[in-house]
Structures are given as C-alpha cells and as structure tokens.
C-alpha cells in the first residue's frame, strides 16, 4: 500500500507532524519482494522507518519511506536447553518480549518495554539492564532494496556494536529487514546485576522471569516519559566511550563521575551524568526541553520543531565539550536538513 503526502505524526515518537511524498506500507515478505523489485518505480530517497522511535525529522520528507508492518511470531525450533523464535519485522517489540516472557522463554527480559519494532532491534542493537540484542540474535533475514532478492545474515556477520551494527553502516537503506530470529533460553539465567534490578524484585516477590520484566516495567515507566503522553525519542546521546588515562584525570575533577569499564578496554562515562552536570536537566527553550527526571531524554513539549529539538541538542553538546572535553555523539538519528 502506498500512501501520498502522509503526516509523519504517528511515525515518530516526538509526535512532529511532517509530512512524506511517499510513504510504502509492507505487510508480508512477498509483497516486499514485489514492490522492491520494481525499485525503479520508487520515488527516491528511500528511506525505512519502524515505529520512529530512535528519529528526529526536521521537515518533511522529500522520498518515499518504507515501513514494514509484517506481523507473525513463530517458534522455528525447540531443543532441550533453548528455542528459536522468529518475529516478523512489523511486530512491536514489547509485545514481543511480553509473549516470549509469558511462555516461559529468557533471553528478552531485561529489554522490556523498549518502545519501536522488531525489525529496527538487529539495526540499534538495542540494549537496557545490561543486555543487547546481539546476545539472544540468532539470524536476520532482510530483502535487498536494490533488486528485492532476500538473504540471511548470521549473527556476526550483523557486526553488532554500540548501538551500532551494519545497518547503520555499509549496509544503510541497503536492506529492509523483514524477520528477526532469536535463541532464547529454556532455562534462564537471569541477568540481575544492574541499577535497582534487584530491589524492585524483591518488592514483586520471587526471582523469575516474570518479575524481572515487571521490575523493568515498574522502573522504566518511573523515570522514562512516556511518548505517548510527552514527545520523545529515549536517549539523545550515545555513553561515551574514553581512554582510561583521560577517565582517571576526569576521576580527579570530579569524584563522583560514574564510568564502566567497556569490553573494548576503554571507558564508558554516563552521558546523562555529563549533561546533567552541565546543568541541563529540566531546562527548557521553547516547547523543547530536557526531562526533568533524566538529562538525557530531549522532549517535545508540544508545538517544538524537529529544528529547535536538533539546535538544543547542539547547545548541549557544546556545553558537555567545553566543560569535559568530550565530544557526545548523537543515538537519535536526524532526517532531513539541519
Ligand atoms: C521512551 C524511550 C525509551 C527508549 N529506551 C531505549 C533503551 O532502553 N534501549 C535502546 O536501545 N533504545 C531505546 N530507545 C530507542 C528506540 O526505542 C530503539 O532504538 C528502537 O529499536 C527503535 O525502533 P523503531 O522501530 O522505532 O525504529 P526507528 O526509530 O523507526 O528506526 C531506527 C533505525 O532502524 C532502521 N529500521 C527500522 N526498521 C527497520 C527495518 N524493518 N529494516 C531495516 N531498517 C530498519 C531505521 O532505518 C533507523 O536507522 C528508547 C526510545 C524511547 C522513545
């Protein structure tokens, strides 16, 4: 289905009413092999969105966007220790993670209520409560946009980072994921060791699968603002990432910086800490502003433009680089010019 001149209101978690040219709506994989075949058809840039919750439009969309809504969970395999379950891209992720947890299945847990789809979870490598998608990704098949020819990709060959994997990088708008496959454990073990986890378990009663997801449940909506009610697109900023020997000198500055120690054998500061600190939280310039809880969510009061949202974003980015030295980098991406 192909919709014209559509408003971009429902597609975008900060709620900014732009329009697109074109936007190409995809409920199953034959009809994205169909349509992405006759690619020359499409008006282009082309562009594939999900639920819009990791995007920042700064007016309207010149281009057709592409949005999967292919539904469908199935179990593709059932082994004594683990199953593998598949989800269509369009499915919303929550739901997901909500199914899998009722039936018994760990793995997806800690990533609840994580706003968006299926489909964009290999692309973020979406991660919470120490857990990223790139743990539990079995496989991701995707349909090329150039020709419409499908392939599978393993999970290292998704080469998951950061937020990060090859999605975003040489294979950009390259391809629309339509299922995603994850190995979930039968018998979980269950990863507690982050923030107040276990505190807010032990308030629900055992530690089980169940619970864990309620705690998640319980904490995020404590402190997250809920699109639905206030725009916004989760984190602004990724954690940077230091060398230890300007972590240590920071240490010095300022004793109560939190850091993490990162596999890569670097640093990982807060983000959240960093702006805070630059006194942020809670400010606001127009109808954009910073929440109040959390100094790393950008939010949409009401009437602000994609552009005001970006500019506070940037005098933010200068403060944290003229006081700390470190230059954030964006997690939210920016559609259109700025
Ligand atoms: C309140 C709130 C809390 C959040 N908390 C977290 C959190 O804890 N952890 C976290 O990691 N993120 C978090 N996010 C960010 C966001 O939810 C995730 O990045 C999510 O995976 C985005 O999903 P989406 O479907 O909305 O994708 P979109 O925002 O629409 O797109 C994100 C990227 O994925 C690509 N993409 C989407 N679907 C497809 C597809 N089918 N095929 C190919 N490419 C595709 C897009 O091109 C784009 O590059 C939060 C956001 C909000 C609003």
């Known amino acids: 289905m192909i919709y014209k001149n559509i408003s971009l209101k429902k597609y975008n978690t900060f709620g900014l009413d732009y329009k697109a040219d074109n936007l190409i709506s995809i409920k199953t994989e034959e009809e ?6 006759e690619n020359r058809k499409i008006d282009q840039p082309l562009f594939v969105i999900g639920g819009g919750s990791n995007l920042l439009f700064t007016g309207d969309y010149k281009g057709t966007l592409m949005h999967s809504e292919i539904e469908g969970i199935t179990i593709e395999e059932e082994h004594p220790e683990y199953v593998i379950v598949s989800a269509g891209s369009g499915v919303n992720w929550d739901k997901f993670v909500e199914r899998c947890v009722n039936n018994g299945f760990g793995g997806l847990e800690n990533l609840s209520l994580i706003p968006g789809s299926v489909g964009a979870s290999p692309v973020q490598n979406i991660g919470a409560y120490g857990i990223e998608a790139k743990d539990i990704i079995e496989k991701v098949r995707v349909v090329s946009v150039s020709d419409g020819s499908v392939s599978e990709l393993t999970n290292n060959e998704c080469r998951f ?109 807060a983000a959240g800490w960093l702006v805070d600190q630059c006194g942020w939280k809670g400010k606001r310039i127009g109808d954009a502003g910073i929440h109040e809880k959390q100094a790393l969510v950008l939010v949409n009061y009401n009437n602000a433009t994609g552009k005001e949202i970006f500019d506070l974003s940037e005098k933010i980015r200068q403060s ?16 259109g010019s700025i």
């Open 32 to 37: 994205a092999i169909s349509i992405l075949k």
């Open 161 to 269: 980072g950061y937020r990060n994997s090859i999605f975003k990088e040489e294979f950009k708008n390259r391809f629309l994921v339509i299922r995603v496959y994850f190995r979930l454990s039968t018998n979980p073990i269950l990863k507690l060791d982050y923030g107040s986890l276990t505190d807010e378990i032990s308030k629900l009663g055992g530690v089980n699968i169940r619970n864990v997801r309620q705690a998640v449940v319980n904490i995020r909506r404590s402190k997250l603002p809920d699109p639905e009610i206030l725009g916004n697109a989760g984190s602004f900023f990724k954690n940077p990432l230091v060398d230890k020997d300007f972590a240590n000198a920071l240490r010095e500055q300022y004793h109560g910086i939190p850091f993490y120690d990162d596999p890569s054998g670097k640093i990982k500061l």
């Open 320 to 335: 944290v680089s003229d006081k700390f030295g470190i230059e954030l980098e964006r997690e939210v991406e920016v559609i």
